[in-house]
């Protein structure tokens, strides 16, 4: 009995090893795979890895074609350990499925169920009636983290939300006259282009547009350089953007305008005004981001003001709250960072998860993650 326990004990330990190769390999695709998630591959015979392979881009291979490729002939008996179930239906790319299948690999180690309903669950059935063994579940949390956008859409029809904030120690973040450039130093700012270049889209207000006529580009180096250029949306429930606007006149990336009803002005093709259905004289926040997961966006990264973000944090719609906060006091004449009139008692008071503080430069990043549970919006 002993030294069977040793034996699964040494099974399991050695899965957990290779598991976690394949999650490193799936992040190589962080910048490039959207929407589709990062996955990787490792191929094992003999406790040797004969092939590696991840998701580089959508429309592309997928990581168990790369691997297997790389595979070859050896494949034939060897384990197979996916960071997330493998496909089986045909989309931009044949099923894996079928090619697992083919290559002879015995054994499959999953790290978790993909929460697409097209394949969740149904392509652990089909490896098993072709006898392939599988199992599922090694290191499926940190399968899962890398590709939390994803999760999200899938579960909730909504994109992962993220709203950054750059405030001072005193909790501000403008002058009373808007003045905001800038708060923090310039590593911080570099982070922020590194989070804008990991996500599907930024999304602000004509109010920052007027204030700070920012781009809303992504403007990060990473060693290739490669990385998609995330789609930029203005709340523009006035009209108020116009062709002068940097945010316009760049055109490295879609702008979607998003209003109550159309102008008459002739836009770039980059730029596209959406009217989406409302029954008041606002933008609708629950039928945007239900509009956004529709278009298969997984990472939403928000650059605001205090309006959207009270509004957001009223209507628990963020899933993490990243902030840069500077040394700086800038006192009472000033704009806060949150403000919520109904707030009367401290038990009232909204409530966050301290997830991780670093130090940048002179500054401090922390991100927190609200107390508040999902709910997936009808």
């Not at 499926?140 to 579960?155: D, E, T, Y």
């Not at 990991?198 to 990385?227: E, V």
């Not at 159309?262 to 836009?267: A, M, Q, R």
């Amino acid at each position: 009995m002993n030294i069977l326990i040793k034996k699964n004990n040494i099974k399991k330990s050695k899965d957990k090893f290779y598991m976690q190769k394949a999650i490193q390999l799936a992040k190589k695709g962080k910048y490039t795979t959207d929407p589709n998630p990062n996955v990787g591959c490792i191929i094992v015979l003999k406790d040797k890895i004969v092939g590696i392979g991840w998701h580089k881009k959508s429309g592309e291979n997928h990581a168990e074609v790369n691997a297997i490729n790389m595979a070859g002939k050896l494949s034939k008996n060897a384990t197979a350990y996916i960071s997330l179930e493998p496909c089986n239906y045909f989309g931009k790319t044949p099923p894996c499925c079928d090619l697992i299948i083919k290559s002879g690999i015995k054994r499959v180690v999953i790290a978790i169920l993909d929460p697409n309903p097209k394949v969740s669950g149904k392509s652990i059935e089909y490896l098993k009636k072709s006898g392939i063994q599988v199992e599922i579940g090694i290191l499926s949390q940190k399968a899962k983290n890398i590709n939390k956008g994803f999760f999200k859409r899938m579960l909730t029809g909504i994109p992962w939300i993220q709203i950054k904030m750059a405030i001072s120690i005193d909790g501000k973040i403008a002058m009373k006259n808007g003045e905001s450039k800038w708060i923090t130093e310039k590593k911080s700012i570099q982070n922020v282009h590194k989070h804008r270049a990991l996500s599907s889209a930024i999304l602000s207000t004509s109010n920052t547009i007027l204030k700070d006529n920012s781009k809303f580009t992504a403007r990060y180096q990473t060693k290739n350089k490669k990385y998609i250029q995330p789609i930029r949306i203005i709340i523009d429930s006035k009209n108020r953007i116009q062709l002068h606007h940097k945010i316009i006149q760049e055109n490295k990336s879609e702008v979607w305008l998003i209003r109550l009803f159309k102008d008459k002005i002739f836009w770039p093709k980059h730029v596209k005004q959406i009217i989406l259905p409302n029954n008041i004289n606002q933008i609708n926040l629950h039928i945007l981001l239900k509009f956004l997961g529709n278009k298969k966006i997984n990472t939403l990264w928000i650059e605001c003001g205090s309006n959207l973000f009270s509004n957001m944090l009223r209507m628990h719609l963020i899933d993490e709250l990243i902030l840069y906060i500077a040394p700086k006091m800038l006192g009472n004449k000033t704009i806060s960072l949150y403000h919520d009139i109904n707030n009367i008692y401290l038990n009232q008071a909204e409530q966050f998860i301290f997830k991780s503080i670093k130090k940048i430069g002179s500054d401090i990043k922390i991100i927190l993650q609200p107390k508040y549970q999902y709910k997936k919006i009808s």
